[in-house]
């Protein structure tokens, strides 16, 4: 989903050159027509373009804007990266890969001009479902069965899916949630600026690039308590409930499909900390206790938020 958050300025990518103005602003149609009409007079349209403008966000809350803030991200936290495309050709144009993540790239950079190296994540996936600048997806364990119009019978797919492409009209938009976190590592805590990327599908396929956005990912409060999962199950298939262990004695954490942060996590050993203390005052759920759940690395160090639910220490 696409989410209004820090985008004060909008960037449309006409010609390789980047037109900046404000979303507020009333003559903001009238700009960029008149950008249009100025570039069309010192060049010839290219036979594709399109404009890429991208707002920061938080997954940890409903909603964020003045308070919570969606530029400052609590640790562990996935950052929410809404990515709006629109045809500003004269023509229709096909895109393919929208609904998956890594086909959007991004340039991510620490307060020092860093970039931010590739996820061990984003490293797999290009090794499974990368090959020859493109991403493929495939029948599970048989790479060369990449083209599902020469497949026979029942297989799994895995990857990008073979028909995930849309059209749009001159004019039209799409947009779509990426989480750049997932695909380079922004787990130090500072200041990140993020560029999104595309390369387009067709000839001349040069890279469009977005506007750019910043973000403060803070460090950890508390490292957390640790808690161990046993099982998760969705009985009235509304929410999610997880039978735990918590200093030895038995533990129940609910969470509702209908609150952000609800999923199902995994039997293992985990960490919990307070949400309160973490989201600045908030709570999904009343008369519990509030807390963030979090999965561990391999160092056994707090890493990815799983979701936010009500513990019940005493089932």
């Known amino acids: 989903m696409f989410r209004h958050g820090l985008g004060c300025a909008t960037a449309f990518v006409i010609l390789g050159v980047f037109h900046l103005a404000s979303a507020q602003d009333k003559s903001y149609l009238q700009s960029l027509a008149q950008s249009l009409a100025s570039a069309q007079e010192i060049s010839e349209a290219p036979p594709y373009q399109h404009a890429l403008h991208i707002t920061a966000g938080r997954t940890d809350v409903p909603s964020c804007g003045t308070y919570p803030r969606c530029d400052i991200i609590p640790a562990g936290t996935d950052v929410n990266v809404g990515v709006l495309i629109t045809n500003v050709s004269d023509h229709a144009v096909t895109y393919r890969n929208l609904r998956w993540g890594p086909a959007t790239e991004f340039e991510v950079r620490d307060a020092?001009?860093?970039?931010?190296p590739e996820s061990e994540e984003l490293l797999q996936l290009k090794?499974?479902?990368?090959?020859?600048?493109?991403?493929?997806?495939?029948?599970?364990?048989?790479?060369?069965?990449d083209d599902p119009r020469k497949i026979t019978g029942h297989r799994e797919w895995v990857g990008p899916l073979f028909?995930?492409?849309?059209?749009?009209?001159?004019?039209?938009?799409?947009?779509?949630g990426v989480m750049p976190?997932?695909?380079?590592?922004?787990?130090?805590?500072?200041?990140?600026?993020?560029?999104?990327?595309?390369?387009?599908?067709?000839?001349?396929?040069?890279?469009?690039?977005?506007?750019?956005?910043?973000?403060?990912?803070?460090?950890?409060?508390?490292?957390?308590?640790?808690?161990?999962?046993?099982?998760?199950?969705?009985?009235?298939?509304?929410?999610?409930v997880v039978t735990a262990e918590l200093n030895g004695a038995p533990a129940k954490m609910t969470c509702r499909f209908s609150v952000s942060n609800c999923a199902a996590p995994q039997?293992?050993?985990?960490?919990?900390?307070?949400?309160?203390?973490?989201?600045?005052?908030?709570?999904?759920?009343d008369d519990c206790l509030n807390v963030y759940l979090y999965s561990k690395d391999r160092e056994g160090v707090r890493d990815r938020r799983i979701g936010v639910y009500c513990l019940l220490s005493n089932p």
């Open 112 to 116: 020092d001009g860093n970039l931010a």
């Open 127 to 145: 090794q499974d479902f990368y090959k020859d600048g493109q991403w493929r997806g495939h029948v599970r364990g048989h790479p060369e069965l």
């Open 163 to 176: 028909d995930d492409q849309q059209t749009l009209e001159p004019g039209k938009s799409v947009s779509f």
């Open 181 to 240: 976190n997932r695909y380079y590592d922004m787990r130090p805590p500072g200041v990140y600026s993020i560029v999104a990327k595309r390369q387009n599908d067709e000839s001349p396929h040069e890279w469009v690039y977005s506007n750019e956005v910043k973000v403060t990912i803070l460090p950890a409060r508390s490292e957390g308590d640790p808690i161990k999962v046993i099982s998760a199950s969705n009985p009235e298939k509304t929410g999610v």
């Open 267 to 285: 039997p293992g050993d985990y960490l919990f900390v307070t949400a309160s203390a973490e989201a600045e005052g908030y709570n999904a759920y």
